[in-house]
């Protein structure tokens, strides 16, 4: 597929090939794997305060960091690794986001045992039906979901977080109306 024939969202960096490869193949299609939804569930945390771009540019860093982003392996991380986290140049330092990191794979793995799956706990939401709809930053859905995983336990899993969360593995579609992504 051609980069430069294709209609894209607006907020789609055409110089930054990363960019438009997350676009055009990631953002908005729906998810159902759980290792994918931890990763993104923690990527998307780190991006608080920050620029999803900033965080794309870093991904490979943070996957090598947090092992591939293996859900038992986080769990299982002690005060040492957190510091070599802290110290790692590669990722986005905050002690505090790489604590909930850990915290949050943890609660990720008791949502999984409660459920059979995060991806069933996620898409009960919907009903696993996709919600299209563009222009927002937070909506009813991402405010109950944000609460819910809050009660939990969860941190940095704010409305807005939890939206941009929820476009990134498909439950809301949020690709603009004339974009080539919208409707495949």
Known sequence: MDMQENVRCCWANPKNPLYIRYHDEEWG???????????????????????????????EAFRRAFDGF?????CAYGEEKLAALGQDSGIVRNKLKI???????????????????????????????????????????????????????????????IYSYLQAVGVINSHEENCFCRHQ
């Open 29 to 59: 299609v729906p998810v159902h794997d759980d290792q994918k939804l931890f990763e993104m569930l923690i990527l998307e945390s780190f991006q608080a305060g920050l620029s999803w771009e900033c965080i794309l540019n870093k991904r």
């Open 99 to 161: 604590r909930a990191a850990v915290n949050n794979a943890r609660i990720f793995q008791a949502i999984q045992r409660e459920w059979g799956s995060f991806d069933r706990y996620l898409w009960h939401w919907t009903d696993g039906k996709t919600i299209y709809e563009t222009g927002k930053v937070r909506s009813e859905l991402s405010d109950a979901v944000s609460e819910n995983l809050k009660g939990h336990g969860m941190k940095f899993v704010g409305t807005v977080i």
């Open 70 to 74: 293996d859900l038992e392996k986080v």
